[in-house]
């Protein structure tokens, strides 16, 4: 099967979140399907380049309706193991300091932005002769491309049988812009229409994908429920989700297990697995409480962020929730964003430098330590369409306390029974709630025997990639057949 992979981001080459890490891993699994050829997709953003990477010209260049006028765009490959990555070039479009946005906020034309790559995605196929059977999209960026698919390339014989897979990963970032896109998109006024690319009044890139898709994806089961039947969470797209509820599907994601392998783990003070991890995490809880400045004793239980600074992401909470608990706890959190999080971190941890410790920024060597060293990481997210920290903490040996929703609900179970449990669960993003199971794992945390049983529990799962790509490739297949019906 020919996959042709088309993303924003894919990690090693260009990332900003979550989405990276997900498009890099899911092309390195696929290839390794014998009956798999693989290719990535990507803008070729200022900083790609340079490293281990340096993609070589493909050669010729070719021109992009965009509007009433012809935009060019050229490609560049690199080989990465079996996966060939294909950069689409345009300056006037990628060559920039941020990937979406800049210090100001998200740049003016990114719908000229994505509609140029998505359409591109299709073109460069062409021009290098990659037939897909299908293609897998990946948030509203490359939204464009199943409706391209079905419209303007519906009597292209190049992609007769192509299906098109369409994956949300966070339905909160839709893509919405006025009207006049439908034009510089190319699409017929006849299709402007609720039941296709309308969308109160403007257009609307991730509908585009969730009406034009042979199949739908998202990042987990739980979170593929929540965004039909929670309006809160469907942000306005729950209508045309559940009028594809047959075509929808929730996969969880998977983490890379030799990245985040605590027995190899080179930025651990001492690596170690399942059978002897009680010494190895000692040592790096107080190699981590050394290097952050707090105290250094094996008593106080240390609880660890790594995160973006969000609302989403229910800091605020713990913000209110902590300082009720520093006779017993310790705090450390790595991460950057809203900026009154960040100043109201800066202070609790100026305040209490023995017992809260902030870094801001992105440090990857610092999350590592942090999963390694901490014996709980702290998630009271408001909503997780799936979530990665949880799965790389428990595979650390670090239990985490999540809030039920979304990926973290189908990965960490708690009921009160430590036997039963990997992990530590609240229903909402409420103080009360995270005050009172914080009240509890101080409780738990003297019970050695208890508390290592959750440790191994959290530790033999499987978080690895293997399971959810068996079931996305199942899927491609059912929507290649489907496709080869028609």
């Known amino acids: 099967m020919k996959i042709l992979i088309a993303a924003s981001e894919a990690f090693p080459f260009c990332k900003t979140g979550g989405l990276g890490d997900v498009a890099g891993a899911l092309a390195q699994v696929f290839s390794r399907s014998e009956d798999s050829e693989v290719a990535l997709f990507l803008p070729r ?7 281990a990477f340096s993609p070589k010209a493909a050669g010729g260049s070719f021109l992009i309706p965009v509007g009433g006028r012809l935009e060019p765009a ?3 490959r690199v080989q990465w193991g079996r996966v060939a990555v294909y950069f689409i070039e345009s300056q006037k479009y990628f060559d ?4 979406y946005r800049s210090n100001t906020g998200d740049y003016a034309d990114n719908d000229e932005r994505f509609l140029f790559f998505s359409r591109a995605v299709l073109e460069g196929a062409k021009f290098i002769g990659f037939k897909p059977d299908v293609i897998h999209c990946h948030d509203w960026q490359t939204g464009l491309v199943p409706a391209y698919l079905r419209t303007l390339y519906r009597i292209d014989s190049f992609f007769a049988k192509t299906a098109a897979v369409f994956t949300i990963h966070n339905i909160a970032y839709q893509g919405m812009f006025p009207r006049e896109t439908l034009v510089k998109a190319g699409f017929s006024w006849l299709d402007f229409t609720p039941e296709k690319l309308e969308f109160y009044g403007g257009m609307n890139y991730m509908k585009s994908a969730l009406v034009f898709a042979d199949l739908i994806t998202t990042v987990s089961p739980t979170y ?3 965004i039909q039947y929670r309006p809160e969470l469907g942000h306005g797209l729950e209508g045309v989700l559940k009028s594809r509820t047959a075509d929808l599907f929730g996969i ?5 297990e030799e990245i985040w392998d605590p027995a190899t783990d080179t930025f651990l003070e001492r690596g170690y697995e399942l059978k002897n991890f009680a010494r190895g995490k000692a040592a790096c809880k107080k190699a981590l409480q050394g290097e952050l400045g707090l105290e250094e004793n094996k008593d106080l239980i240390l609880a660890g962020v790594v995160s973006r600074l969000d609302y989403q992401k229910g ?3 713990l913000l209110k929730a902590a ?9 450390v959190v790595l991460g950057a964003g809203d900026p009154g999080l960040s100043d109201a971190l800066e202070a609790l941890a100026a305040a209490n430098p023995r017992r809260v410790a902030f870094r801001s920024g992105l440090n990857e ?8 060293g901490a014996d709980i990481f702290i998630m009271p997210s408001r909503f997780e369409p799936c979530g990665l920290p949880q799965m790389i903490s428990m595979r650390y040996g670090c239990l985490p306390l999540v809030t039920r929703t979304g990926g973290l609900k189908d990965t960490v179970f708690y009921n009160g029974e430590p036997k039963d449990s990997n992990g530590f669960a609240i229903d909402h993003a409420d103080e009360g709630q995270l005050r009172s199971v914080l009240g509890h794992i101080i409780s738990l945390y003297g019970w050695h025997e208890n508390w290592n049983l959750m440790v191994r529990n959290a530790m033999r799962g499987d978080y690895s990639w293997a399971r959810s790509a068996g079931a996305y490739l199942k899927l491609f297949n059912i929507a290649v057949q489907r496709r080869q019906l028609r």
């Open 96 to 99: 920039r300091p941020g990937m």
């Open 365 to 372: 060597s610092l999350a590592h330590r942090i999963y390694g």
């Open 45 to 51: 953003y200022r900083n790609v380049g340079g490293g």
């Open 252 to 256: 969880l994601n998977g983490i890379d």
């Open 323 to 331: 300082p009720h608990f520093l006779e017993k706890m310790q705090f």
């Open 224 to 226: 593929a429920s929540e």
């Open 74 to 76: 050229t490609m560049s």
């Open 315 to 317: 800091l605020d909470v």
